[in-house]
C-alpha cells in the first residue's frame, strides 16, 4: 500500500508526524507531495498533486493537509476520480469509506489536535467499502464529472 501526502506550509510539522506514524503503525509507503518549506505555500498545487497520483495509480490513496483541511480537499476534488472527505472525527472518516469509497483524507492541522488526527487516519484507513447500494450514488458522482467534461 502507498499513500501519498500533501501538506502547505501551515501544516509541516503534522505532515511529519502523520508521516512517521503511517510508516511505523501499518508499514506503508508514504510518498510527500508537499512542501516542507516554512514559506507560503498555496495548497492547491499539493491538492492537485495528490489527487493526480491516486488517479494515475501511483499512489492507492492520498492524505491531505493544511490549515482546516478546506482548502486542500477542495483543490482535490475537482481531479476526477477523487472523492476526498474532510473529517475532524473519525467517524465520518470510517464511514466515508464504508459508504462513499473515498479515497482522499483532509484534515486540518489548525483544528485536530495530533492524536485525534491519528484516529481519524486509523478509522479511514481500517474502513471497508462495502459496495452493494451505495455503488449506485458512487455512479452517479462518476456521471456529474462526465457531464462536466461534455460542457
Ligand atoms: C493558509 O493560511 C490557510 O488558508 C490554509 O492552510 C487552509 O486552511 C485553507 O483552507
Not at 512542501?35 to 488517479?55: H, L, Q
Not at 501511483?58 to 493544511?66: E, F, H, L, S, W
Request: charged content about 25%.
Amino acid at each position: 500500500m502507498k499513500i501519498g501526502i500533501g501538506n502547505d506550509h501551515v501544516a509541516i510539522e503534522y505532515k511529519k508526524e502523520i508521516w512517521a506514524y503511517i510508516e511505523e503503525t501499518y508499514g506503508y509507503e508514504v510518498v510527500n507531495f508537499g512542501t516542507d518549506r516554512p514559506e507560503r505555500f498555496n495548497y492547491p498545487i499539493a491538492g492537485e498533486a495528490v489527487a493526480n497520483a491516486v488517479v494515475s495509480g501511483a499512489v492507492d490513496k492520498g492524505i491531505v493537509i493544511c490549515g482546516t483541511g478546506v482548502g486542500i480537499s477542495l483543490a482535490a476534488n475537482k481531479v476526477n476520480g477523487i472523492r476526498c472527505v474532510t473529517c475532524s472525527e473519525p467517524y465520518s472518516a470510517q464511514l466515508s469509506r464504508q459508504h462513499n469509497d473515498t479515497n482522499m483524507l483532509a484534515f486540518g492541522a489548525r483544528v485536530v489536535g495530533i492524536e485525534l488526527a491519528k484516529m481519524i487516519v486509523d478509522a479511514w484507513l481500517s474502513g471497508e467499502y462495502e459496495g452493494g447500494r451505495h455503488q449506485t450514488r458512487i455512479d452517479m458522482i462518476r456521471e456529474i464529472e462526465e457531464r462536466q467534461c461534455e460542457k
